[in-house]
């Protein structure tokens, strides 16, 4: 078994010395962000992480997800895990404080969505995604369904999914099939949606999905497709749980990686038509979806941060303790093969890579803080657009570094590191979906280029090379 | 390269992602030199964290050696690399 031990050093000196918490624990709402607040929260995820989700990474690779009759069955020790992360309270850090969130900074947050990534990738998908789901009823949806939903899902009582892929509409979302029609007030959702990450499952007694689907008149493209809140079992007025809904998980997809995060096969409607509720405006589903993909994609930017960071670690412990060879220029006795050059090497680029992204993934978390909380409107701007900006970066150069770095740490394990006992292998498969969900890397570089850099004719590029310069200065 | 976008749109998409793994190249040395930066200082008041620091000037120092001379590499394929990308016919891949 691998252990893992969270760097909580390494995390705060990114956060306080690069990314700026002192300025982030500044602004309004977050003045109880004190620095022995976050160190106290640091070394409890930590010891959460370590003791409870890294020793089931593998057992859950081995075991996977299973489903039976549209029954989703989470690898042995999944659910008493997330018993325990619900009880801790650790789905409401980044929550309004009003749905019973503890309402701590996105910069907080994304150091824990690493400690949960680095021990357990597959597990943290889950909250990643019920996190997104919060964000996006917080943000769009009308004041009665924040009084159905926001509560329990703040809790992490019930956990939410994003329903975008259809077989046929995978990046090209213009070509999405499924269908609401008005019934009341509601809507009956009928259609297939696929790639649903943890779209199934037992950790909780109910699922919330959100869903895009088109209305009878609506255009044809991205112009033309709805966002629709789409739960498992109906609501009751009294908040309890009611009817099952028209939904079902009709199978789940053998992976290259994350075996313990089911990725569903969802059918809506097959007896007539899912209940569902229109999120916002009709036809603005994908702007609200883009919305909430910024930090999701920050969110799996981080993801080759975190397994970089465990496979560092791992790779580190293996070097120390396998002996082979007699490295050059030492001594003539046998040695462990951390005193191999080329095996430095490759522990160095493991650490200096993920140090790297770490800090810019913080980084940029920190300025999605300050867009959101500034009092000054232009600094708000600034952040947004430095986000904005580095956002496609940390999903697509992130992801990418951390296949490599999960390579090479497959790579100093030698042939041990072919072998799944070791596993070496489990962070290098479960990481190589990272830099294709949630927007391959072809579709951030086009985001970058496009979006970020043409469209205001590289006015936000310029300013963070700018920025850059300034660094340069103080150095001379 | 906003120039170009119009322009060329089909030769910046082609080097589209060597631009983003520069921009991430780059933007990451530059934290790794801003983390130097702060080591440096922290060093010459060292209070017992001294080997902390000085691992992150090290780590600094590999990344600057190693990770970000790729930037230039990644820069020549932006410049240069479209048009051998684009220049066979798709039948003959």
Redesign the interface.
């Known amino acids: 078994m691998t252990t893992y031990k969270a760097p909580v050093?390494d995390m705060l000196?990114?956060m306080r010395?690069?990314a700026g918490l002192d300025e982030i624990a500044k602004l309004p709402g977050l003045e109880e962000t004190t620095p022995d607040v976050v160190q106290t929260i640091l070394d409890e995820a930590g010891r959460f992480a370590a003791e409870v989700l890294a020793p089931l990474n593998q057992p859950g690779d081995r075991a996977g997800a299973r489903v039976a009759d549209g029954v989703v069955t989470t690898a042995p020790g999944f659910k008493e895990a997330y018993r325990q992360f619900v009880d801790g309270g650790w789905p409401t850090v980044p929550c309004p404080p009003q749905f019973g969130g503890q309402g701590m900074p996105q910069l907080l947050s994304i150091a824990l969505q690493e400690m949960w990534c680095a021990s357990n990738m597959a597990f943290s998908l889950c909250p990643m995604l019920s996190q997104a789901a919060v964000e996006a009823i917080e943000h769009y949806g009308t004041a009665a369904q924040k009084a159905m939903f926001m509560v329990p899902m703040v809790s992490g009582e019930w956990t939410g999914t994003m329903n975008l892929t259809e077989p046929q509409a995978g990046s090209d979302l213009a070509a999405t099939r499924a269908r609401a029609v008005p019934e009341g007030d509601h809507y009956r959702i009928s259609g297939t949606k696929i790639f649903i990450t943890f779209g199934e499952h037992d950790l909780t007694e109910n699922i919330i999905h959100l869903v895009l689907a088109r209305l009878p008149d609506a255009p044809e493209g991205t112009k033309g497709i709805s966002l629709f809140i789409v739960p498992k079992f109906l609501v009751n007025a009294d908040g309890t749980i009611g009817a099952r809904n028209d939904l079902q998980c009709v199978s789940l997809e053998h992976k290259l990686g994350i075996h313990a995060s089911p990725t569903a096969v969802m059918s809506y409607g097959d007896k007539g038509g899912a209940v569902g509720y229109l999120i916002g405006q009709p036809n603005r589903g994908l702007e609200y979806m883009f919305l909430m993909m910024n930090r999701a994609r920050l969110s799996v930017g981080l993801q080759g941060v975190a397994v970089s960071e465990r496979a560092y670690q791992q790779a580190l412990g293996f070097a120390r303790e396998r002996v082979q060879g007699r490295p050059l220029g030492v001594s003539n006795a046998r040695a462990a093969i951390v005193h191999h050059p080329d095996v430095r090497?490759m522990l160095?680029?493991m650490?200096?890579?993920t140090?790297?992204?770490r800090?810019?993934a913080y980084?940029t978390a920190a300025s999605l803080d300050k867009s959101i909380r500034h009092p000054d409107s232009k600094e708000r701007a600034r952040a947004q657009a430095y986000a904005d900006l580095?956002i496609?970066?940390?999903k697509?150069?992130?992801t990418?570094?951390g296949n490599e770095v999960a390579s090479t740490g497959v790579q100093i394990h030698g042939g041990m590191g072919f072998i799944e006992e070791t596993g070496a292998a489990q962070h290098f498969r479960d990481m190589r979906i990272a830099a294709i969900y949630e927007g391959t890397?072809?579709i951030?570089?086009?985001d970058?280029?496009?979006r970020k850099?043409?469209r205001d004719?590289?006015a936000a590029a310029h300013a963070?090379i700018a920025?850059?310069r300034a660094?340069?200065d103080?150095?001379k | 390269?906003?120039d170009n976008?119009?322009a060329d749109s089909r030769a910046?998409?082609a080097g589209?992602?060597p631009?983003?793994?520069l921009?991430?190249?780059?933007?990451?040395?530059?934290?790794?030199?801003?983390?130097?930066?702060?080591a440096q200082e922290k060093l010459v008041g060292a209070n017992g964290d001294k080997a902390?620091y000085e691992t992150?000037l090290a780590?600094?120092r590999?990344?600057a050696d190693?990770?970000l001379p790729r930037a230039h590499a990644y820069g020549r394929e932006v410049l240069h690399g479209a048009a051998s990308t684009l220049r066979l016919d798709e039948a003959l891949l």
């Open positions: 050093k000196f990114a010395e690069l090497r160095m680029s650490k200096a890579q140090e790297a992204m800090a810019l980084c580095l496609p970066v940390v697509g150069w992130l990418e570094q890397t072809g951030q570089a086009m970058l280029v496009g850099i043409a004719a590289g963070l920025d850059m660094s340069c103080q150095l | 390269m906003c976008f119009s910046v998409a589209s992602v631009y983003l793994m921009f991430g190249t780059v933007a990451g040395g530059w934290q790794m030199a801003r983390a130097a930066a702060v902390f992150k780590t600094a590999y990344y190693h990770i």
